[in-house]
């Protein structure tokens, strides 16, 4: 919605239709600043009102996915709010206020974005977040479903050493030995068989 009404008030002088393209334009601005700052709540609440789950998740701690979400939640929420903000302040071309600066039109418009995406990519946020294939429920990696005690899954979770001080030569050869000693046990069961 937001680009096509962007888009059209390049190509209207309808006093109507611009005013209805505010309109979108002001709702999808606050309706991403309010996005953006949702986890800062609920992540609190989550910390204040604590659940007992033995169920772990991703790697590295939780207090380091805590600050990960919190630092990327503010520095989005600044951004967003910054740009909702200046959308509901008009003022005229010929005279410009602080905030229609490049500098805060960089800093605002890409600058923190790219911090995000810099972040995210330096902790790993693929490796402390994931879910691995194959849940289907609560409790799928804790061993219980329904409170019934199921085989544990292999799958653990791995501390900060484990994550940032790994030897990828190291893991490689010995997923490779893994995968052929699975060919030749698989092998030697289908000759068996004949």
């Known amino acids: 919605m937001i680009i096509v009404c962007t888009i059209q008030t390049f190509f209207t002088r309808d006093q109507h239709i611009l005013q209805i393209d505010r ?5 999808g601005a606050t309706y991403f600043a ?3 700052f949702v986890p800062i709540p609920l992540l609190v609440l989550r910390v204040v009102i604590p659940i007992r789950s033995t169920e772990k998740f991703g790697q590295g701690k939780t207090q380091t996915k805590i600050a990960i979400l919190l630092f990327s939640s503010a520095l989005l929420t600044l951004g967003a709010a910054f740009r909702a903000g200046i959308a509901y302040i008009p003022r ?9 600066s490049k500098a ?3 800093i605002f418009n890409f600058t923190i ?14 490796r402390r977040f994931i879910i ?10 804790s061993g219980q479903v329904d409170g019934a005690k199921e085989k544990p899954n ?4 791995l501390n900060e050493e484990d ?4 030897q990828p030569g190291e893991q490689a050869t010995e997923k490779k030995d893994d995968v052929e000693a699975q060919q030749t046990s698989l092998s030697s069961a289908s000759v068996s068989a004949h």
Request: with cysteine; net charge negative; aromatic share 20%.
């Open 23 to 27: 309109h979108v334009s002001l709702f």
């Open 34 to 36: 309010v996005a953006a």
């Open 92 to 100: 005229p071309i010929n005279n410009p206020a602080w905030y229609h």
């Open 104 to 106: 805060c039109f960089y």
């Open 113 to 126: 974005e790219w911090i995000v995406v810099a972040l995210y990519a330096i902790v790993r946020v693929d």
């Open 132 to 141: 691995p294939n194959g849940a289907h429920g609560p409790g799928s990696y």
């Open 154 to 157: 292999t799958f653990r979770e």
């Open 163 to 166: 994550v940032f001080d790994d």
